[in-house]
């Protein structure tokens, strides 16, 4: 059963109020992930703790999760064609183009940072720093992460192996076992690969940190920690700045918390630098 489904099942069981609120989400779903609970309560006149009330009755932890499962929805329908005709629509101009860039980016931001649990990231931090070995898997456009993510973790530690191709992907997977970590990248559209990756390293009791941008997500279900990035965008593809920024909070508090167990690695590393003239 999809979301839509779900509500307009339970929406009878709801009070008068909550009632107003599940038709508007029914009606208006495909503009939900682009309105905030703010604005949802003006359009209808009532309190914004009515429009979050009515979104945890739904079965959703917060506003922010009921938008992602949404959002989740209208990637899945649109093709790249489709998407391209509603960029062409929504940005006549360059003008309108920054402003509406510099709002949606501002949104995805929020939204990343607010649904940023402090003990999942905590807990990834210590999954790495534990790690006999760290795998950061992604492919396609998700391996932009994959190889930002990977590189400055390999500044601090050689324990770093990056995927983003299905060369080895099998025989690394099937290496993997619970002293190690796997940390898989997906953004839609998603990847049977990644998927299939965390799936066997599941099967290895391999601890797992999912990077993606929704709870409905393939990798989602079966990792230990779900980090998400919102990656709402105007144009045919998702946008990554957002997961880009989390991974700048994962990189920061680790190298905040653990300075000093990296600090030789980073002289070692300047002390090349140098010798190659590299600044």
């Given at each position: 059963m999809d979301i839509l489904e779900q509500i307009s099942k339970n929406i009878s069981n709801l009070s008068k109020k909550q009632k107003v609120v599940a038709k508007y989400i029914l009606e208006n779903w495909k503009n939900i992930p682009h309105q905030s609970s703010v604005e949802i309560a003006?359009?209808?006149?009532?309190?914004?703790?009515?429009?979050?009330?009515?979104?945890?009755t739904l079965g959703f932890n917060s506003f922010p999760e009921l938008q992602n499962a949404l959002h989740l929805i209208i990637q899945r329908q649109l093709s790249f064609v489709d998407r391209l005709e509603q960029t062409e629509v929504v940005n006549p101009n360059i003008e309108t183009t920054l402003l509406k860039i510099r709002h949606l980016q501002e949104m995805n931001l929020r939204q990343t940072i607010n649904a940023?649990?402090?003990?999942?990231?905590?807990?990834?931090?210590?999954?790495?720093?534990?790690?006999?070995?760290?795998?950061?898997?992604?492919?396609?456009?998700?391996?932009?992460?994959?190889?930002?993510?990977?590189?400055?973790?390999?500044?601090?530690?050689?324990?770093?192996?990056?995927?983003?191709?299905?060369?080895?992907?099998?025989?690394?997977?099937?290496?993997?076992?619970?002293?190690?970590?796997?940390?898989?990248?997906?953004?839609?559209?998603?990847?049977?690969?990644?998927?299939?990756?965390?799936?066997l390293a599941k099967e290895q009791q391999c601890p797992i940190v999912a990077i993606t941008d929704c709870l409905s997500s393939p990798i989602a279900k079966p990792a230990d920690i779900v980090l998400l990035a919102a990656s709402k965008s105007l144009y045919f593809n998702q946008s990554l700045s957002a997961a880009m920024a989390l991974c700048d909070i994962l990189l920061t508090q680790l190298t905040t918390d653990y300075h000093q167990l990296y600090r030789q690695g980073m002289e070692e590393l300047e002390k090349d630098y140098e010798r190659l003239n590299i600044f």
């Open positions: 003006k359009n209808l006149e009532i309190s914004q703790s009515s429009v979050i009330r009515t979104t945890k940023s649990n402090p003990k999942h990231i905590r807990q990834t931090i210590e999954y790495i720093v534990n790690a006999r070995k760290v795998y950061v898997v992604g492919m396609r456009s998700s391996a932009t992460l994959v190889h930002y993510l990977g590189f400055n973790l390999n500044m601090m530690t050689k324990k770093i192996k990056q995927i983003t191709n299905d060369y080895s992907l099998l025989e690394d997977i099937r290496s993997l076992d619970k002293q190690d970590l796997l940390i898989a990248i997906s953004f839609p559209r998603y990847t049977q690969l990644t998927k299939t990756a965390v799936y």
